[in-house]
């Protein structure tokens, strides 16, 4: 089996071969950091986590790099409305992306670049450009000649003659052509600038991430990765200045994700519908928001919703419920017994549907209905009271093995119950082995009015908070 990869580039699928034998250069543009993440910022956060976290359960070492916009337009403005300097704005809110995506289960990039810490490349790369004559200077601006790079639109699988519909020069351009697009602007007064051969200025959107890339990854990286927004202009941008710099192909696979709605409408803040990760996870375990997130395949648009939400958090306790019975179980003085081997291949052969799942493509809802059949195994096993070690053990293990791999924790901690509600759960125990079901069911009506729900299963009382 081999991993497929759908290729923005190709528009199809495409055996995953990268350029050095079992390592991965991957690439995912990161936010631009003068406000909160939001829900539709998160999904390209978990699912390159989650391609990351298979890569490498594949056997691939993985350089992953995300990088941080730490100036530009937006920034800017939001700093000087709040009166506040530009570099203590982007650091609060590093502070807390980092704060939102380490509750979403993401981990941290290999390295996280800024803008702001790659100054003098950025200035070198456009002066290569400039030298080349795919740039040039223009009143302290410096644009990119669009036309000059005969692969432009390769990636949007657009024309030039057709994006030069739609362009205009607006006011303040100084450009050649509509098409170009800035490499450097000219600073406004008392905008934070950096010096270069063109006068005091900063650099345009498109080309950190070229440069960046380029430093940290080498000329060719394997995957480049981000939102499906991204496509054009972004990205086109990348790969005309990267390979008009270079000579060679900037990346062999682009995958791209679908968007977000909410409530079946596109997310805006004029719609009042803004959903911030800051928010929405102090209301929702940011567990169930990733387990949700992962339940559509990637390129495919998702819907958030109140009653989509409440069923991402019912299949998660589904499998959580199951991995505590089976662990339950084993606490139980397990034995061996005759049909070990055939669970066992059972459990191996979910394994495998999952595993064919992922190399699909990263195919995760299908890999998530993987979880749900080992967990629907588990379930029969346990009512047929099975009780052998090395089955229970393999679908403990298995369970936990694949979720790790969509960065979801299917073992609980259990809360400490403080002596007046273990006491009530021990007396209850008790009033049922002496028949005493009124009393009983007394104590679980008690308990119930203290958010305590208990729950009688085929491996004794269980509790959850209500």
């Known amino acids: 089996m081999s991993i497929h990869i759908y290729n923005t580039l190709t528009r199809q699928k495409e055996p995953f071969v990268p350029l050095e034998e079992g390592k991965v250069k991957m690439y995912v543009c990161g936010p631009t950091v003068y406000n909160y993440i939001h ?32 100036v530009d337009d937006k920034i800017i403005k939001t700093a000087n409305e709040l009166g506040e300097d530009v570099s203590e704005l982007t650091e609060r809110f590093i502070a807390a992306y980092f704060e939102d995506v380490t509750a979403l289960g993401c981990q941290k990039a290999d390295a ?17 450009l400039i030298e080349k004559g795919y740039a040039y200077e223009s009143q302290g601006d410096v644009y990119y000649r669009t036309r000059k790079f005969d692969g432009y639109g390769k990636l949007s699988h657009q024309s030039v003659d057709d994006l030069k519909i739609g362009a205009r020069i607006e006011a303040g351009e100084k450009k050649e052509d509509a098409l170009d697009f800035a490499l450097w602007k000219d600073a406004k007064p008392g905008e934070i600038f950096w010096k270069s051969p063109w006068g005091n200025g900063r650099p345009g959107w498109h080309i950190e991430c070229s440069v960046m890339a380029r430093e940290i990854l080498g000329d060719t990286i394997d995957i480049h990765a981000g939102g499906q927004d991204l496509t054009f202009p972004h990205h086109e941008n990348e790969i005309a200045q990267s390979e008009a710099y270079t000579g060679k192909q900037f990346a062999r696979y682009w995958m791209h994700n679908g968007y977000i709605n909410i409530d079946n409408e596109k997310m805006s803040k004029s719609l009042g519908n803004f959903v911030l990760v ?11 928001l990733r387990f949700f997130m992962l339940s559509v395949h990637y390129r495919h648009p ?13 299949g998660l306790a589904r499998i959580r419920t199951s991995y505590a019975n089976l662990a339950h179980r084993l606490e139980a003085s397990p034995e061996l017994g005759d049909h070990q081997d055939i669970w066992l291949n059972k459990i191996e052969e979910v394994r495998t549907q999952f595993i064919s799942s992922m190399d699909d493509d990263f195919n995760t809802a299908n890999g998530i209905a ?19 070690a090395a089955v229970l053990t393999a ?4 369970l936990k093995e ?3 791999v969509l960065g979801i924790e299917v073992e609980v901690q259990t ?9 009530l759960i021990a007396e209850r125990i008790q009033a049922r082995k002496d028949k005493d079901f009124a009393r009983a069911d007394a104590i679980r009506d008690q308990l119930k009015e203290m958010n305590i729900l208990l729950e009688d299963t085929a491996q004794g009382i269980r509790w959850k908070r209500g």
């Open 402 to 404: 694949l979720s790790l």
């Open 302 to 314: 998702i819907n958030f919703s109140q009653e989509l939400v409440e069923n991402a958090e019912n």
């Open 112 to 128: 996280h670049p800024r803008v702001t810490e790659h100054m003098d490349s950025i200035i070198e790369f456009i002066e290569v």
């Open 278 to 288: 800051n928010d929405i996870r102090k209301q929702i375990d940011p567990q169930v």
């Open 370 to 388: 993987a979880l749900f059949e080992l967990a629907s195994l588990a379930n029969v096993y346990l009512i047929e009271k099975h009780t052998e």
């Open 395 to 398: 679908f403990m293990e298995t």
């Open 415 to 423: 809360e400490v119950l403080d002596e007046e509600i273990d006491a």
């Open 39 to 70: 829900i539709g910022n998160s999904r390209p956060v978990i699912v390159y986590d989650t391609v990351r976290r298979y890569l490498k359960f594949r056997g691939y070492e993985v350089n992953f790099v995300s990088n941080f916009t730490d």
